[in-house]
């Protein structure tokens, strides 16, 4: 998925951006709200993991800034603030989840594919395709029985057409589950990672429609 983490604090921002990178996503870390609004008019993330207290206003403002908006984008927020009261402000005001700190990176990870499967960003935890057996959150793929090895990029343009299996998905949503902002992109990186796929998973389970992107085959 594409990420936007907004968090002050530097050993955390740099733990958090790491982990969810080497978990496949592509995360954008900004320290302020300024710089989360500027991010977000350019980009459509499909999660957004939310500090409280910023240099330059309270999260929480954000938040219903987004929902004002209509911005349905999930948030979980990210927060020292461990009262009751705090919980259900940040609930009331449009999150999704709610996550204190000190904070374990694998509890953050299972609550980034919990919410992400709420609102459709990944199937089911076990999804079958042919003689395929996938399962997204726990990074698991079985062909014939056997299982086989995705890297963190190969995972991530998996997702993106199990997302939509049977339609078509574009080069460039791709490549924006692929990189984060400001990334360089090769012109052809997704056909290699697409062609590297193909060799582990099967050369006849992603279709190539010319012009347009690559789907999913489903029979």
């Not at 589950?177 to 360089?184: I, N, P, V």
């Amino acid at each position: 998925m594409r990420i936007l983490l907004i968090e002050d604090d530097e050993a955390l921002g740099s733990a958090v951006r790491e982990h969810t990178v080497t978990e496949g996503h592509a995360a954008d870390w900004v320290k302020d709200l300024s710089q989360a609004r500027e991010y977000a008019r350019s980009v459509a993330y499909q999660l957004t993991l939310l500090d409280i207290h910023l240099p330059d206003g309270n999260g929480i403002d954000y938040l219903r800034e987004m929902r004002k908006r209509l911005d349905s984008t999930p948030v979980i927020i990210l927060t020292a603030r461990d009262q009751i009261s705090d919980r259900i402000e940040g609930l009331n005001a449009g999150a999704d989840d709610y996550l204190l700190k000190p904070f374990d990176l694998g509890e953050l990870s299972a609550r980034i594919y919990a919410v992400a499967r709420r609102h459709g960003h990944f199937p089911e935890p076990i999804y079958s395709l042919g003689t395929l057996a996938i399962q997204s959150a726990a990074r698991r793929l079985d062909r014939h029985g056997q299982a086989v090895y995705l890297t963190a990029r190969e995972w991530a343009v998996l997702d993106c057409l199990l997302r939509r299996p049977g339609t078509i998905v574009s080069k460039g949503e791709i490549e924006d589950a692929l990189y984060s902002f400001g990334s360089e992109i090769e012109s052809n990186t997704v056909e290699v990672y697409v062609s590297r796929l193909r060799k582990k998973i099967g050369g006849d389970v992603i279709a190539t429609v010319r012009g347009l992107g690559y789907r999913l085959v489903v029979t």
